[in-house]
């Protein structure tokens, strides 16, 4: 069975037409590259209760396996991305968070400054990316890794076999 993806832009100036959703473009040609079946997929402004309806919506009716968001992870005050997220996560995922500013920080020192949270709702995981295509490319290096893995965590499947053979 595919990997399940769904894409969220967050961006005023994407949501408003002055800027070309160049980050969200880049994750829809990752997931064709692995395979992955794009289910949905948006652009809203930074906006929380948007972003948040948007997540709320998508885990609930869509169910896609994994949600990644791109943009509105930084420090200025329209960067509401992180605090919309965690408002409708039931569980959060901190060390995915952590795995994607540390590969980060080897391309950019600004990765530090990512706010990007990461966790579950049902049985999909839902990913901030920041919103700079390189740190998007960054990310998705990072999750292409785990993400078959958590895939099959979260429909319920034996992965114990799996990780005995990666020692641990």
Do not use: K, Q
Request: hydrophobic fraction near 40%; include cysteine; proline fraction near 5%.
């Amino acid at each position: 069975m595919s990997t399940t993806v769904a894409i969220l832009t967050v961006s005023d100036g994407c949501a408003h037409g002055t800027r070309e959703d160049l980050s969200g473009e880049r994750i829809v040609a990752w997931c064709r590259d692995v395979g992955a079946d794009v289910v949905a997929r948006d652009v809203v402004p930074d906006e929380t209760d948007r972003v948040a309806g948007t997540l709320a919506t998508w885990t609930d009716a869509l169910a896609p396996d994994v949600i990644l968001t791109t943009g509105g992870t930084g420090l200025t005050p329209r960067d509401v991305t992180p605090e919309a997220t965690r408002a409708v996560l039931e569980r959060e995922a901190p060390g995915i968070a952590e795995a994607l500013r540390l590969h980060g920080l080897g391309s950019t020192p600004f990765a530090a400054l990512s706010r990007g949270v990461a966790g579950t709702r049902g049985r999909s995981l839902i990913v901030n990316l920041p919103g700079s295509t390189s740190g998007v490319d960054d990310g998705l290096e990072v999750l292409g890794r785990i993400l078959p893995h958590v895939v099959r965590m979260l429909r319920g499947e034996d992965t114990a076999h799996e990780a005995s053979e990666n020692g641990r």
